[in-house]
């Protein structure tokens, strides 16, 4: 938290010269939207899609302060977003500005946001591709292969990609998934609801560190 709020003041001017327009539209362009129905209506068509992607672009400029250019963190605990399942995505944004995910930053920077906003950030990262962390342990990855294969998997793919239910993993920042896991196995905090409760409370610290060496480096 304490480096995010150094980043805080820099981002935040900027954030504020970017979304001024958005805090100033009026009650009508304000007004509640279904942002997974306006997701799809861009994807059906390429012209939208696009608008909202220059848009979402513009947006990244200020979240590249923690999740780096195209969406590849430029902080180990912060995670990756490029390549990430849009629904997926999309539905932690919500959950950030409905309070059901809590971080001061985040959550501040997502509410500024309008509708188009949230979508086209949303576009802009799941088209990006993952600079993937190279592999550093043979022996340790092998180890959290046999460990993914058995459990991992039925959730996250084969390949670590996940669903609209499940986010990506394959490819995604050591130290964020490590910190993730662990939270999941405390059982503490707001997402301690997740599926991931029960299955991280089985793993031990050296499950943890395998399964980690193993899915930072899948592709």
Known sequence: MVKRVQVGWAAGLLALCIF?????ESAKTRAPVDLSARLLQAQADPKLEQALLTTGRKVAAVCANCHGEGGNSVKPDIPNLAGQNPAYL????????????RDMFMEGMIRAMNSDEKVGMVLFYTSQQVVHTPLANA???AKGQEYFNKVCFRCHGTDGRGSAQFPRIAGQQINYLTQT??????GGGTRADSVMVTHA????????QAVVAFVSSMQ
Request: hydrophobic letters at 40%.
């Open 201 to 208: 409370k089985s793993m031990t610290d050296a499950d943890i």
């Open 20 to 24: 001024q327009p958005t805090l100033a």
């Open 181 to 186: 896991l662990k939270r999941y196995r405390s």
């Open 90 to 101: 999309l539905e932690q944004v919500r959950q950030f500005a409905d309070g059901r995910r």
């Open 139 to 141: 022996a340790l990855a």
